[in-house]
Protein backbone atom coordinates (compact mmCIF):
# COMPACT_ATOMS: atom_id res chain seq x y z
CA UNK A 1 0.00 0.00 0.00
CA UNK A 2 2.95 2.47 0.74
CA UNK A 3 4.27 2.19 -3.04
CA UNK A 4 0.62 1.97 -4.67
CA UNK A 5 0.06 5.68 -1.98
CA UNK A 6 3.79 7.44 -3.39
CA UNK A 7 2.59 6.62 -7.14
CA UNK A 8 -0.67 7.86 -6.63
CA UNK A 9 0.75 11.05 -4.96
CA UNK A 10 3.27 11.46 -7.50
CA UNK A 11 0.92 11.31 -10.24
CA UNK A 12 -1.42 13.63 -8.20
CA UNK A 13 1.19 16.33 -7.77
CA UNK A 14 2.19 16.72 -11.48
CA UNK A 15 -1.23 16.91 -12.73
CA UNK A 16 -1.50 19.29 -10.14
CA UNK A 17 1.21 21.95 -10.93
CA UNK A 18 0.59 21.61 -14.51
CA UNK A 19 -2.98 22.01 -14.07
CA UNK A 20 -2.22 24.98 -11.71
CA UNK A 21 0.33 26.38 -13.98
CA UNK A 22 -3.04 27.21 -16.77
CA UNK A 23 -5.09 28.41 -14.34
CA UNK A 24 -2.96 31.07 -12.35
CA UNK A 25 -5.64 33.81 -12.17
CA UNK A 26 -8.39 31.71 -11.48
CA UNK A 27 -8.78 32.56 -7.72
CA UNK A 28 -11.37 29.67 -7.00
CA UNK A 29 -9.48 27.30 -8.79
CA UNK A 30 -6.16 27.96 -6.38
CA UNK A 31 -8.49 27.50 -3.70
CA UNK A 32 -10.02 24.24 -4.66
CA UNK A 33 -6.34 23.05 -5.73
CA UNK A 34 -5.21 24.11 -2.34
CA UNK A 35 -7.46 22.63 -0.05
CA UNK A 36 -7.38 19.27 -1.75
CA UNK A 37 -3.84 19.18 -1.75
CA UNK A 38 -4.39 19.75 2.06
CA UNK A 39 -6.23 16.76 2.02
CA UNK A 40 -3.16 15.31 0.23
CA UNK A 41 -0.55 16.17 2.19
CA UNK A 42 -2.38 14.62 5.45
CA UNK A 43 -3.13 11.60 3.95
CA UNK A 44 0.65 11.28 2.76
CA UNK A 45 1.94 12.33 6.04
CA UNK A 46 -0.34 9.94 7.73
CA UNK A 47 0.79 7.03 5.14
CA UNK A 48 4.48 7.85 5.50
CA UNK A 49 4.40 7.95 9.87
CA UNK A 50 1.46 5.52 10.75
CA UNK A 51 2.28 2.47 8.26
CA UNK A 52 4.80 0.25 8.19
CA UNK A 53 7.43 -0.03 5.45
CA UNK A 54 10.84 -0.83 4.83
CA UNK A 55 12.97 2.02 5.01
CA UNK A 56 14.23 2.64 1.45
CA UNK A 57 14.81 5.24 -1.56
CA UNK A 58 11.11 5.09 -2.24
CA UNK A 59 10.47 6.61 1.83
CA UNK A 60 13.10 9.40 1.20
CA UNK A 61 11.08 9.89 -2.06
CA UNK A 62 7.68 9.95 -0.51
CA UNK A 63 9.33 12.54 2.16
CA UNK A 64 10.51 14.85 -0.32
CA UNK A 65 7.22 14.54 -2.08
CA UNK A 66 4.92 15.17 1.08
CA UNK A 67 7.30 18.33 1.70
CA UNK A 68 6.94 19.47 -2.18
CA UNK A 69 3.15 18.77 -1.51
CA UNK A 70 2.76 21.27 1.12
CA UNK A 71 5.25 24.21 -0.53
CA UNK A 72 2.60 23.77 -3.87
CA UNK A 73 -0.03 23.72 -1.18
CA UNK A 74 0.93 27.30 0.20
CA UNK A 75 1.75 28.92 -3.13
CA UNK A 76 -1.80 27.78 -4.11
CA UNK A 77 -3.59 29.56 -0.73
CA UNK A 78 -1.37 32.49 -2.05
CA UNK A 79 -2.59 33.03 -5.77
CA UNK A 80 -6.10 31.59 -4.38
CA UNK A 81 -6.69 34.53 -1.12
CA UNK A 82 -4.33 36.95 -2.74
CA UNK A 83 -6.60 40.25 -3.91
CA UNK A 84 -6.55 41.13 -7.51
CA UNK A 85 -6.53 44.61 -8.26
CA UNK A 86 -9.18 45.51 -11.05
CA UNK A 87 -7.78 48.59 -11.95
CA UNK A 88 -5.92 48.79 -15.69
Do not use: E
Not at 32 to 52: M, R
Not at 65 to 83: D, E, P, S, T
Amino acid sequence: MFTFVFWILLIWFIVNIIWMWFVLNKQTCQKTFAWVNVCVVIIGFWVLYGLHHNPGAVADWFTCLNWANVVLACIQFYFGYRKISTAN
